[in-house]
């Protein structure tokens, strides 16, 4: 079982940065692909970033391309993601994902465990 407790969410205007945060309990996180997934009210939860195992290979939905970066660090349990230029198009429920897979995806489906998420606002 693993539980990822994200942080880092909030209210920052158009043009700021913020860094989230998502913490992993376990001594199997090394061996999870984690990624970042948002949801916006009313719309389907939709995949933002994701990151390999070793942290070598990232992928990012074409929305957030050269404005976010996930990054991990193995011996912390954590996983992050850095978003710059934000826009209140991103205003969203952030989650973070693990999948025991470890192969990175870009869909819901190849994650299996699911933090609570964490609010962001992005106002205009």
């Known amino acids: 079982q693993v539980q990822l407790v994200e942080s880092g969410g909030g209210l920052v205007q158009a043009g700021g940065s913020l860094r989230l945060s998502c913490a992993a309990s376990?001594?199997?996180?090394?061996?999870?692909?984690m990624g970042w997934f948002r949801q916006a009210p009313g719309k389907e939860r939709e995949f933002v970033a994701t990151?390999?195992?070793?942290?070598?290979?990232?992928y990012y939905a074409d929305s957030v391309k050269g404005r976010f970066s996930i990054s991990r660090d193995n011996a912390k349990n954590t996983v992050y993601l850095r978003m710059n230029n934000l826009s209140p198009e991103d205003t969203a429920v952030y989650y973070c994902?693990?999948?025991?897979?470890?192969?990175?995806?870009?869909?819901?489906?190849?994650?299996?465990?699911w933090g609570q998420g964490t609010q962001v606002t992005v106002s205009s």
């Open positions: 994902a693990a999948g025991v897979s470890s192969v990175t995806s870009s869909r819901t489906s190849g994650y299996d465990y």
């Open positions: 376990g001594r199997t996180f090394s061996s999870y692909a």
């Open positions: 990151i390999s195992v070793s942290g070598g290979r990232t």
